[in-house]
């Protein structure tokens, strides 16, 4: 009995180990996200002007009635993606620091890095594919189609969560 309850706290520690390496993953990922943002502040920007523009796309009527055109706006967007990315890169580190003293209490100290996670996976599952994606028709422009790393960066989010929501052995 005592060598199978070394194996259920061996097996636990490396599943709390698991699900911290995954949330520093996301942490890390977003916080280079926003400090790429940050420091080459037209690139990313030159992207979201011409989504929200509309303006590779098949320029259907009744769809580019949503376009937005004015520059206020264009980084009125792009300020909130930024300060979303570094919202959530936040909330992971700190939840990653609770995680990390949590010791007996791990499950309960969950909740900050479940919200970063879940702040991760709404920019790019609303922000990019819906929004982005549907409202904008990003899908439909051959330069400025963002679909696939937004798939990748859901994804990232979405399997931390995953796993970090699992319940504990």
């Given at each position: 009995?005592?060598?199978?309850?070394?194996?259920?706290?061996?097996?636990?520690?490396?599943?709390?180990?698991?699900?911290?390496?995954?949330?520093?993953?996301?942490?890390?990922?977003?916080?280079?996200?926003?400090?790429?943002?940050?420091?080459?502040?037209?690139?990313?920007?030159?992207?979201?002007?011409?989504?929200?523009?509309?303006?590779?796309?098949?320029?259907?009527?009744?769809?580019?009635?949503?376009?937005?055109?004015?520059?206020?706006?264009?980084?009125a967007a792009y300020?909130?993606?930024?300060?979303?990315?570094?919202?959530?890169?936040?909330?992971?580190?700190?939840?990653?620091?609770?995680?990390?003293?949590?010791?007996?209490?791990?499950?309960?100290?969950?909740?900050?890095?479940?919200?970063?996670?879940?702040?991760?996976?709404?920019?790019?599952?609303?922000?990019?594919?819906?929004?982005?994606?549907?409202?904008?028709a990003m899908w439909?422009?051959?330069?400025?189609n963002g679909q696939?790393?937004?798939?990748?960066?859901?994804?990232?989010?979405?399997?931390?969560?995953?796993?970090?929501?699992?319940?504990?052995?």
């Amino acid at each position: 009995a005592a060598q199978g309850g070394s194996a259920m706290t061996g097996t636990r520690t490396a599943l709390r180990v698991s699900r911290m390496a995954l949330v520093a993953m996301v942490a890390l990922f977003f916080s280079l996200i926003a400090l790429g943002n940050l420091t080459d502040y037209g690139s990313n920007f030159a992207f979201v002007t011409h989504v929200l523009s509309m303006d590779d796309t098949f320029r259907s009527e009744a769809l580019m009635l949503r376009a937005v055109t004015s520059p206020v706006l264009h980084h009125a967007a792009y300020t909130l993606i930024i300060g979303w990315q570094l919202g959530t890169a936040l909330l992971c580190w700190w939840g990653l620091a609770r995680l990390w003293r949590a010791a007996d209490a791990f499950h309960a100290a969950k909740g900050v890095a479940v919200y970063g996670l879940t702040a991760g996976v709404l920019l790019y599952g609303v922000g990019f594919l819906t929004v982005g994606g549907e409202w904008f028709a990003m899908w439909q422009s051959v330069s400025w189609n963002g679909q696939n790393n937004a798939h990748i960066f859901f994804m990232l989010g979405a399997v931390a969560l995953l796993h970090l929501s699992g319940p504990e052995a």
